[in-house]
């Protein structure tokens, strides 16, 4: 490992030991998660359309039951502006793929900016890419449109360099809540949880990690079990 990049490493960590106490912070004021502490957990399907992304879960065509928590990053009710998330839970050979999207902007640049809006109806990304074989992976939902029994987006997926966005499946939730506790404390982790075929970037992981395990000493409660 080069000197910048032991340097790299370490700014990293610090930065997530950093937002661990902070966070933890948070949690404990709250009791509850430091960000988006409630939400309501919907079934859904991912209706796959098949693609070339070098990861099984995303290529293969069909459909895929999953989870799909919608939230509100700070918890502000509405109609404030919030930053607006979707947190997607899949199963893969007996595993958690969780899958966490937040409303930004989607050009090259503006994908990386959190962006609160007043409604839900906005797209939201992945913000930080998966490495894929292929190469970086960045997700994308856009709002396809709601009913009264069900809520809609089309995943679609590019590239850091790229400016446009290629859709290849396509979410469906109902919008009540999957079980009769509408906000159960399942743990959604993009950094343990990643599909196969994919990684996160280490200086992500260094970030990430610290930062939610501080965050979970204080606010223990966890929900586990399969999709």
């Known amino acids: 490992m ?3 990049a032991r ?3 370490s700014a990293a960590a610090v930065a997530g030991q950093v937002f661990g106490q902070v966070l933890g912070a948070v949690a404990a004021l709250r009791n509850a998660k430091p960000l988006h502490p409630r939400g309501v957990v919907h079934a859904g399907t991912l209706v796959r359309r098949g693609a070339a992304t070098g990861v099984p879960l995303l290529d293969d065509a069909g459909p895929r039951p999953c989870l799909v ?3 509100r990053s700070i918890g502000l009710p509405a109609p404030l502006p919030d930053i607006h998330g979707v947190a997607l839970r899949l199963e893969e050979d007996g595993r958690p793929v969780d899958l966490l999207f937040a409303t930004t902007g989607s050009g090259t640049l503006t994908r990386y900016v959190l962006r609160p809006v007043r409604s839900p109806q906005a797209a939201l990304t992945t913000m930080m890419p ?4 292929s190469g970086a992976l960045q997700l994308r939902l856009t709002p396809a449109g709601q009913s009264g029994t069900a809520q809609e987006w089309v995943l679609s997926v590019s590239t850091p360099a ?3 966005w290629e859709p290849i499946a396509h979410l469906v939730a109902g919008t009540g809540p999957a079980r009769p506790d509408a906000d ?6 993009p950094v343990r ?3 196969a075929g994919a990684s996160v970037d280490r200086w992500i992981r260094l970030v990430r990690d610290p930062s939610y395990v501080l965050a979970r000493r204080r606010w223990p409660h966890e ?5």
């Not at 929900?223 to 999709?227: C, I, M, Q, R, Y």
Request: aromatic share 6%; charged share 25%.
């Open 7 to 9: 340097v790299a490493d």
């Open 69 to 71: 928590r919608t939230s």
């Open 184 to 189: 159960p404390p399942l743990r959604f982790d």
């Open 162 to 164: 790229r400016r446009t």
């Open 2 to 4: 080069t000197f910048l």
């Open 130 to 133: 998966l490495r894929t074989p």
């Open 223 to 227: 929900a586990t079990g399969p999709v």
């Open 193 to 195: 949880h990643v599909p």
